[in-house]
T-cell receptor, first 108, second 116 residues
């Protein structure tokens, strides 16, 4: 079993829909990151969380430390949100352990 | 620099050859990380530096892989006797320092290595 599990693996949505991507982890962590990766592009850091909730524009990230679970929400989705969204956790030793990613496609 | 710079962006090499991949982190970032991402998978940790020293190299797959950061800034990932299975995107990231809950990462755009 991977230390970081994401769901769904693939997600197709219509423009304007509310989107949720989930991340569960099995190790103790000091922080959790949500990252965005466009095809052929590098990785952009969206959020870093250690507790509670953060919001940036149409993106919201939440984390429940007790349940070892985090969610990334996108409100009013747009085709330009199409990308791979990756959850990564920082456990011991400062290195990140990544989930396999969620491929999001938003259709107009 | 303004961001993390990785060169080359693409590298095609023949099986058995030696390659070097370069990462230029954000100025002042003391922590530097190398990850490898195979097709369809999430990135996997290779090695990280705090300053000039490799603080954790547990992710390097074998002794064909080696990385240096002699002056605590630019890092070079070196792969000897490349194999087709080494084909992947090699990602570099840096942060102001390692440790603590407040350190965000900045990633480079990666080097896509193809071994033919």
């Amino acid at each position: 079993k991977n230390e970081v599990e994401q769901s769904p693996q693939n997600l197709t949505a219509q423009e304007g829909e509310f989107i949720t991507i989930n991340c569960s982890y099995s190790v103790g962590i000091s922080a959790l990151h949500w990252l965005q990766q466009h095809p052929g592009g590098g990785i952009v850091s969206l959020f870093m969380l250690s507790s509670g909730k953060k919001k940036h524009g149409r993106l919201i990230a939440t984390i429940n430390i007790q349940e070892k679970h985090s969610s990334l929400h996108i409100t009013a989705s747009h085709p330009r949100d199409s990308a791979v969204y990756i959850c990564a956790v920082r456990s011991k030793g400062n290195k990140l352990v990544f989930g396999a990613g969620t491929i999001l496609r938003v259709k107009s | 620099g303004a961001g993390v710079s990785q060169t080359p962006s693409n590298k095609v090499t023949e099986k058995g050859k030696y390659v070097e991949l370069r990462c230029d982190p954000i100025s002042g970032h003391t922590a530097l990380y190398w990850y490898r991402q195979s097709l369809g998978q999430g990135p996997e940790f290779l090695i990280y530096f705090q300053g000039t020293g490799a603080a954790d190299d547990s992710g390097l797959p074998n002794d064909r892989f080696f990385a240096v950061r002699p002056e605590g800034s630019v890092s070079t990932l070196k792969i000897q006797r490349t194999e087709r299975g080494d084909s992947a995107v090699y990602l570099c990231a840096s942060s102001l320092r390692a440790g603590g809950q407040g350190e965000g990462y900045t990633f480079g755009s990666g080097t896509r290595l193809t071994v033919v």
